[in-house]
């Protein structure tokens, strides 16, 4: 019961953090009055926070042992392919994730 | 009203095909930490964000506090304060509509809501009803919002019947984040915001113990960038 109560709080907590980055534009730009410190700050930290982020996720593989982090290299490398190829964000995670799979789940020492 | 259905449907045709199968995977590996199938659903309807819904699985998992979630999911979603910028003319839908549309507001219904706005004032200038159009961007919302609502279920029910290897499935979060630092490369053309936070991420790990990472980092890295803007500003640094 009390794991309920904590993943209801969990939804509305997330769902009220990502309602409030979606309304943000429309509340603090709507008029003039464009800070051009938050005006700096809207336009990079979003991508300084994504590399963050990506360094974050594969931050737990063991980089330097045995064929660590040969797997990741290899599906990182084909989102970037696919993605500059088609330039489909769902198609190139897809893919990624898909050959990511295969080569964890050593579909490819089969042949 | 028909006709707006039938042509919102055409328009969000790549989103369903991209949507469901994220969809189910974020409901596979929901289903996979032993949560009941409608709690994916839940999320799908009260929180739809595809990165936040991933983040939150290891979240859950590691029993995270509500103001670990709430910065975590704010820095997640921060990339959305700019994007909404060019929509804040363009949005026509009013009152409750209004609400769902930008509660709803991924990603993809802001390139799809762009996209369509752009293309109708240049095909059909006379014709545009500011009404019709508000109307048919709640519709393009609502579909897409089903679509993930859909995947997110199907995956979960699918995950609590039958089991499934998921092994590798959670690279959806950086494969994610690779798209996005792209996307962001392609939209700001500028290397220093990806310098200061390579710098931040690798000193933090080397210095402090990597559970600690994230907001050690972003901390780091607000603080850098702040310097820049001080630096650009005063014209040290151009």
Excluded at chain 1, 71 to 76: F, M, Q, V
Excluded at chain 2, 35 to 52: P, R
Excluded at chain 2, 82 to 93: Q, R, V
């Amino acid at each position: 019961m009390g794991n309920t109560l904590y993943i209801i709080l969990f939804i509305l907590t997330m769902g009220l953090a990502t309602l409030a980055t979606r309304a943000a534009p429309f509340i603090l730009f709507s008029k003039q009055g464009e800070h051009p410190l938050l005006v700096f700050l809207g336009r990079y930290l979003p991508p300084a926070i994504m590399l963050l982020l990506l360094i974050y996720c594969v931050k737990d593989v063991n980089w330097f042992v045995d064929k660590g982090g040969v797997n990741e290299i290899i599906a990182l490398s084909v989102v970037v392919v696919a993605h500059l190829l088609f330039r489909n964000a769902l198609v190139s995670i897809l893919l990624g994730t898909g050959l990511y799979m295969a080569l964890k789940q050593g579909v490819f020492s089969l042949f | 009203m028909t006709t707006s259905i039938n042509s919102a449907l055409k328009i969000t045709l790549p989103v369903l095909f991209g949507y469901i199968p994220m969809g189910m995977a974020f409901g596979l590996l929901l289903a996979d930490q032993g949560y009941a199938w409608y709690w994916a659903t839940l999320m799908g309807v009260f929180i739809f964000a595809g990165a936040a819904q991933f983040m939150a699985v290891g979240l859950l998992a590691a029993h995270a506090g509500m103001f670990e979630v709430a910065m975590t999911t704010l820095l997640l979603n921060s990339r959305h304060i700019f994007y909404g910028l060019s929509l804040i003319h363009n949005l026509k839908a009013k009152g409750w509509r209004r609400f769902y549309v930008i509660f709803g507001l991924t990603d993809e219904t802001y390139s799809l809501l762009t996209a369509h706005h752009a293309s109708r004032s240049f095909t059909n200038p006379t014709n545009q009803n500011d009404n019709d159009e508000g109307q048919f961007q709640f519709i393009i919302t609502a579909l897409n919002q089903s679509y993930w609502v859909i995947g997110c279920t199907v995956g979960a029910l699918l995950g609590s019947i039958i089991t499934f290897d998921t092994t590798g499935l959670d690279f959806t979060l950086p494969a994610l984040f690779m798209v996005l630092v792209i996307e962001q490369y392609k939209a700001t053309k500028k290397v220093f915001p990806f310098a200061i936070a390579l710098v931040c991420a690798v000193s933090t790990l080397v210095l402090f113990d990597s559970s600690s990472m994230l907001l050690i980092s972003i901390t780091l890295t607000l603080a850098l960038l702040l310097g820049t803007q001080q630096l650009q500003t005063k014209g040290i640094m151009k």
